[in-house]
């Protein structure tokens, strides 16, 4: 740690201005009329947008949303107004003199409830929208989107099925708490060009929605994006941006600064999607899962953005790595009047996965079953087809009855009782299996370029974004490996700026070692050809006999000889003058192959090229006289594909198991029956912190992926899937009472004991 | 950031401080006193405080005191929680200060803001409160000093003008056998549902408690049933239960009938604790 990293916001520039918002006290309101008056004669004021200034629907993948509220507020928060001013207290000021007259109407405060018939529409007008991907809103309802899973033949399932159980889940709406929060800077060139700086994860999502929604030519948009300070999904989608433009737009053109506080952060920003859920299971007489019917209503907040395809990813891997054959699965994206949502850490998982991990245990429990064996017998593996139908195969799926195995061995599951108890403290285990795809858009792609330099070093450009989670440093080991040179002689920048490095889609879906890295196996591989070429000419001999490594290109069959690639590396000068070759740049790039959008009555289709499978534990000390307790253990067995950085590895799958843990055990928005969010600071808003930490663990299986660069498998989100089912069936089996609603504060397990009492 | 301009002012005696205090009220200024600053800037930055000026106390000697005199153990109100804590004098008082907020916190946050804040937790004030403790209140009229119990009733109250400039505790109460208990929603920092801080004085128990009600107390009524001898814990904690001065708090942190469980709860493991020693 050196205090030398330097955020979007960390910047300023003379006559810099400064954005601030004004937003809705109300979560559902008529706007009858807004008064900016007294906010424009505050000295020092330049400009007041509102949102008939700019009354378009944007939105990916459905357009519901105007960056400024149009008509009414649909979330406590929702930005109404930006006020532009010489100074930033001075802009807040000011906000706070937009004057708004609402008309209150009445609020949908959960997905259940926006999907009782009758309930209060909050999207009017649905029917007009226009969308891309895939999005399947229905009109005169609350549904923002729905995909359905069909599969084998319900019917012989539950025949089948000697056990049948059924749970009830929710996991509440709450905040993705990045260190960093949002910020954008905006500023119109005389010359026609857009610049915006943003701490994001999509930096050229930004310059397409620019240039869809303002129609300034692509390559006139430049986005930077310097070291972000975790974004967690939060920072993927956009919003900021739009106002901050419109902001520079409204002073023509001069930089516009507008940064959240973390009060706006919290819940003026899309935050982390909330689901309820139902989760039927059958199961035979030996313990094999027969059928499965399933309904996730996700929390998608008042506008759609991502939310739809999490709900998508909600139907798409909703077994869990299980062998499924007869299911139904309908996941639903609901409007509520709490705020949007946007992809968070897992996009889906952690949430589909605390609903089908909680019916695990608890079909576990009805058949006297070990938790682990139980799942282990139902491991999916090759041959066995997904929810969406796709047959696997070992590269695609992965080991997942291995991961387990190791799991067994690492937290020495059969040395120790399921449940201890000492005087009034009580140990328990929970377990839960978790796999992630990452529903991807068929054409996500990314574009690298390796730069040679005089001294043989090389600079890598691609669009990657560093949030914290080291995937530059990875990505430069990765060309020092295919180019076998010293990685310290591979160097790229922490900032990423679209108009010199090329496309990544998004640093998301821990796909960015995937796409990029692939991306990058091209590019090396180009650069070789031509180092090679170079090569051949300059020591008369065929490219095809030449290898590359340490510094030189030499001959396979007499390493002796060879030239150095300081030599070669902008062409090789002759003695007598003239040049054979010229500077090395290897480029390359890839896109998704194969993948196929879901038919939107049986799912079938392919959400993305694999899966990641793992198998989770968390252990809990609970104190049945208050019901707190302690997490003494967290552990996790992830099958990588390939471990490309250990350290980084690591880390990220334990930040995944913290992060994880402090959304089961506590993180939550609380909201008044107004749909007010009482606690958008942390001082209420509760996380992890140091101290409460528990012992980690975590290890490796490593079953390559054919379609990766290195055989690699996604690992960045992977950590906290599993977390709120583990952690739920620890506390479940500690209590002995069904604990299914998030989060797990001991005043919730007391409360549910004190029901089922 | 805070959306407004306020002026500043650090005085450095009792007697500039309070003539600031009164000029500035003159001048409709609506001035506050400022100790640690951190509910000041908190409430500000929300535009739910909007002082037109600020007196800083930290520069009056007499509020930064942390010694025994004779019998007697003065702490300044500009005292920090983290150097009530560091010091050791009241072990009590440094455990109640320590579950205030955070580390970071707790090195702006001082004495006097903690008992004269509008946060109603006010946690550090429950050692003094049961210690039977004397604040040395300032003010234009100079400095008086009077019990805790006259001026500390659920917050603090002064007249116009008056600042907290000591707290005085008799010597006696520092070693007494005592007990902190803090109930959080989860984890190791936050507001409490339930405070508890006891301490045995010959053979009876004073308790003095925050979060149960929307305001710290010590209530002689609840003292009575924890002293009554012959009934079991479970039955005084019963007891006590029904005694509070006000009804129990919902808010983010918890509602009340968690909060009355954890309460009856505190107060058997306090009996426990003291009793016998």
Known sequence: MTGTARYTGDTSKPGLLHAALAVSPHAHARMLSIDTSAARSVPGVRAVITGEDFPVLTGSPLEDRPPLALEKVRYFGEPVAVVVADAEYIAEMAALQVRVEYETLPLVQSPLEAYKPGAPLIHERLAEYKHYEEVYPEPGTNVASRNRIRKGNMEEGWSRSVHTIEVRVSMPQSDHAAMEPRCSTAELLPDGKAVIHSASQSPYIIRSQINRYFHIPLQQIIVHTPLVGGGFGGKAAVQLEFLAFLASRAVGGKAVKLVNSRERDMVSSPVHIGLESRVKLGCTADGKIAAAEITHWFDGGAYSDRGPIMSKAGASDCSGPYRIDNLQCDSLCMYTNHPYSTSFRGFGHPELTFAIERAMDVMAARLSMDPLEFRFLNAIGPGDTTPTQTLLDRSTVGNLPMCIAKLKDMIRWDEQPLIEAKGHFVKARGVCCMWKNSNTPADAGAGAVIIFNADGSVNLLCGAVEIGQGTRTSLTQMVAELLRMDVHKVSISTDVNTETEPQLWKTVASRSTFLVGNAIRAAAHDAIVQLKNTAARVLQLPSAELEIGGGRVYSMRDPGIGIEITKIALGYKLPEGGTIGSQVIGRGSYAMRDIKELDPMTGKGKPGPEWTVGAQMVEVELDTRDYSYRILQAATVIDAGKVINPVFARGQITGGMSMGLGLASREAFAFNDEAQVLNPQFRTYHMLRYGEQPAYFVDFVETPNAEAPFGLRGIGEHGIIGMPAALANALSAATGIALNRLPLTPERIWRTAHDTL | ?277
């Open chain 2, 1 to 277: 950031m805070i959306p407004f301009d306020f002026e500043y002012y650090r005085p450095s005696s009792v007697k500039e401080a309070a003539d600031a205090y009164q000029a500035l009220q003159a001048q409709g200024k609506q001035p506050m006193y400022w100790s640690g600053g951190t509910e000041i800037i908190t409430m500000a930055r929300l535009n739910e405080d909007r002082p037109g000026a600020v007196v800083d106390l930290k520069a009056i000697p007499e509020c930064n005191v942390i010694e025994f005199r004779e019998n007697d153990l003065i702490i300044g109100g500009c005292v920090t929680l983290s150097a009530v804590t560091g010091s050791n004098f009241f072990p009590l008082l440094g455990r109640a200060a320590q579950g205030v907020a955070d580390q970071t916190s707790r090195n702006k946050i001082t004495l006097g803001g903690n008992l004269c804040g509008r946060i109603y937790y006010r946690e550090a004030v429950l050692p003094l409160l049961v210690a039977d403790s004397r604040l040395v209140i300032a003010g234009k009229g100079g400095v008086r000093e009077a019990a805790i119990h006259e001026v500390f009733r659920g917050q603090i109250r002064l007249e116009p003008g008056e600042f907290l400039l000591q707290t005085v505790t008799d010597r006696e109460f520092v070693s007494l056998p005592s007990v902190h208990v803090k109930k959080r929603q989860i984890g190791n920092v936050g507001y409490p549902l339930v405070t508890l801080v006891a301490v045995k004085k010959g053979s009876r128990i004073r308790a003095a408690f925050s979060g149960i009600c929307g305001f710290p107390f010590r209530s002689a009524s609840i003292e009575q049933v924890l002293n009554t001898p012959g009934l079991s814990a479970e039955e005084r904690a019963r007891q006590a239960a029904g005694r509070l001065p006000a009804p129990p708090l919902t808010n983010t942190e918890g509602t009340a009938d968690y909060r009355l469980f954890l309460f009856k709860q505190t107060i058997k493991d306090a009996i426990h604790a003291l009793e016998g020693r």
